[in-house]
């Protein structure tokens, strides 16, 4: 009798699982970057992230952990632990602070463009855990943002 019991409640589990509502990965990106303060060891920048929800239902995202590229050089990585809800085929955005130093990316980015360049190239992979699910949904974008002064 308990074989039964495992059984039956393995199989309804499996339906459970192919029952419930697929994902498909959000689309992230940079909206902005503004200079929160400068000193010679680190810098403290505030990102406004920009999320797209491709789905047809709402998306209600419980964290988001990424690693950002400027410039093809590591900059910074993080996560943000303030839930919120992206709507069905909508967009939503927050801002994150982040601590890094950038010297060497500046460096780096001035050489190539000769002095402050208006934009920057970046891009930024990590992964959206949604509320109610137990795996996350993984994300890569590249772009260009300005820089804000």
């Known amino acids: 009798m308990p074989r039964i019991l495992i059984t039956a409640s393995l199989a309804l589990l499996f339906c459970a699982c192919a029952?419930?509502?697929k994902f498909e990965a959000p689309q992230v990106s940079i909206a902005g970057v503004k200079v929160v303060s400068v000193d010679v060891w680190q810098?403290?920048?505030?990102?406004?992230?920009h999320?797209?929800?491709p789905n047809s239902m709402p998306l209600p995202v419980r964290r988001i952990e990424y690693n950002a590229e400027v410039a093809g050089q590591q900059f910074?990585?993080?996560?943000?632990?303030?839930?919120?809800t992206v709507p069905a085929n909508g967009d939503a955005e927050f801002d994150t602070t982040i601590t890094t130093n950038v010297a060497g990316a500046l460096i780096n980015i001035f050489a190539r463009s000769?002095?402050?360049?208006d934009s920057v190239e970046y891009r930024l992979t990590g992964k959206v855990?949604?509320?109610?699910?137990?795996?996350?949904?993984p994300f890569d974008q590249s772009?260009?943002?300005k820089l804000k002064q």
Not at 114 to 117: D, E, L, R
């Open 76 to 84: 910074a990585s993080g996560s943000s632990d303030d839930s919120f």
């Open 43 to 49: 810098q403290r920048l505030r990102v406004r992230l």
């Open 19 to 21: 029952l419930t509502e």
């Open 143 to 145: 772009g260009t943002f």
């Open 51 to 53: 999320v797209h929800n």
């Open 114 to 117: 000769g002095g402050p360049p």
């Open 129 to 137: 855990s949604v509320q109610g699910y137990w795996r996350t949904l």
